[in-house]
Nanobody
Framework: QVQLMESGGGLVQPGGSLRLSCAAS????????VGWYRQAPGKERELVAR???????YYANSVKGRFTISRDNAENTVYLQMTSLKPEDTAVYYC?????????WGQGTQVTVSS
């Protein structure tokens, strides 16, 4: 079983930065994939960024060049560094892990980009 706890969300002005963290606990070894999804009001949940195994990364077109996903295997933590934030980045951000053939989700953290 894997438990995920996100932190780092909040209110930021357009053009600002935030770093989201996702701390994973529980018994698992080398997750197959880690990533971040987001869901804005009235919209479907969408994939923002992911790392498969330890190397292959993916970013949604809307965040390429602005967001960076990384992981600290020693700390079982996944990060999402977000820069040049835009109002359209406003959403609840969810941490996602695939381990032992199962999908795990965090509870979500709100990111609001507004002046």
């Amino acid at each position: 079983q894997v438990q995920l706890m996100e932190s780092g969300g909040g209110l930021v002005q357009p053009g600002g930065s935030l770093r989201l963290s996702c701390a994973a606990s529980g018994s698992f070894f080398s997750p197959y994939a880690v990533g971040w999804y987001r869901q804005a009001p009235g919209k479907e949940r969408e994939l923002v960024a992911r790392i498969i195994r330890n190397s292959s990364t993916y970013y949604a077109n809307s965040v390429k060049g602005r967001f960076t996903i990384s992981r600290d295997n020693a700390e079982n933590t996944v990060y999402l560094q977000m820069t040049s934030l835009k109002p359209e980045d406003t959403a609840v951000y969810y941490c996602w892990v695939v381990a032992s053939g199962k999908n795990y989700w965090g509870q979500g953290t709100q990111v609001t980009v507004s002046s």
